[in-house]
């Protein structure tokens, strides 16, 4: 099947670690996007990359890095420095239109 | 910077009715917008878009959108809501930025629909 896949569905963090949350896509995009949702907010977005070895900060990318090293993946790491990490997180691709996977959860414990 | 509105946190309708959810939006140059909707612990899916052309766009599960320049509104309708439509819907912008393409949300619309 075609599509952006996200894993784990659910994630704990304890305080202090970093956790990585992983987005595969076998589409063939070029650009790829990581957003935080938080209810009442929308989706904010946390970095994009519109090609491989190249990423850029979006709206809210502090205590948050990503890596790129090949087009089909682009993990997102929470830091510890995240203070607020719980969230639901949406990885998307695309072009004219742009795709969402499932989204994970991260929850701070 | 592109931005939409939805002033409706929530919108509630019976099965059967028309529904409506709302989004306007302010823009510099022509608009990309685009529908999106999400199932409860679901990613988003992808409704509709409009790019150019015709004001009325057609997408997804019955789902259609109208375009108006003059009120900078592009308003979601159906015909005939059901049940299963039942779900939050975001509005959204494109926006080029430093000359990236990002999509720019809304807060959101919770549509019930009632049997």
């Known amino acids: 099947d075609g599509g952006i896949t996200q894993s784990p569905k659910y994630l704990f963090r304890k305080e202090g670690q970093n956790v990585t949350l992983s987005c595969e896509q076998n589409?063939?995009?070029?650009?790829m996007y990581w957003y935080r949702q938080d209810p009442g907010q929308g989706l904010r977005l946390i970095y994009y990359?519109?090609?491989?070895?190249?990423?850029q900060k979006g709206d809210i990318a502090e205590g948050y890095s990503v890596s790129r090293e090949k087009k089909e993946s682009f993990p997102l790491t929470v830091t510890s420095a995240q203070k607020n990490p719980t969230a639901f997180y949406l990885c998307?691709?695309?072009?004219?239109?742009?795709?969402f996977g499932e989204g994970s959860w991260l929850t701070v414990v | 910077a592109q931005s939409v509105a939805q002033p409706e946190d929530q919108v509630n309708v019976a099965e059967g009715n028309p529904l409506t959810v709302k989004c306007t939006y302010s823009?510099?140059?022509?608009?990309?917008l685009f529908w999106y909707v999400q199932y409860p612990n679901r990613g988003l899916q992808f409704l509709l878009k409009?790019?150019?052309?015709d004001n009325l766009v057609k997408g997804s599960y019955g789902f259609e959108a109208e375009f108006n320049k003059s009120q900078t509104s592009f308003h979601l309708k159906k015909p005939s809501a059901l049940v299963s439509d039942s779900a939050l819907y975001f509005c959204?912008?494109?926006?080029w930025g430093t000359g990236f393409q990002k999509l720019v949300f809304g807060t959101g619309t919770r549509l019930l629909v009632s049997p």
């Open positions: 998307a691709s695309g072009g004219n239109t742009i795709y």
């Open positions: 589409l063939n995009h070029d650009a």
């Open positions: 990359s519109q090609i491989v070895n190249d990423f």
């Open positions: 823009v510099s140059g022509n608009p990309y």
């Open positions: 409009y790019i150019t052309g």
């Open positions: 959204a912008v494109r926006d």
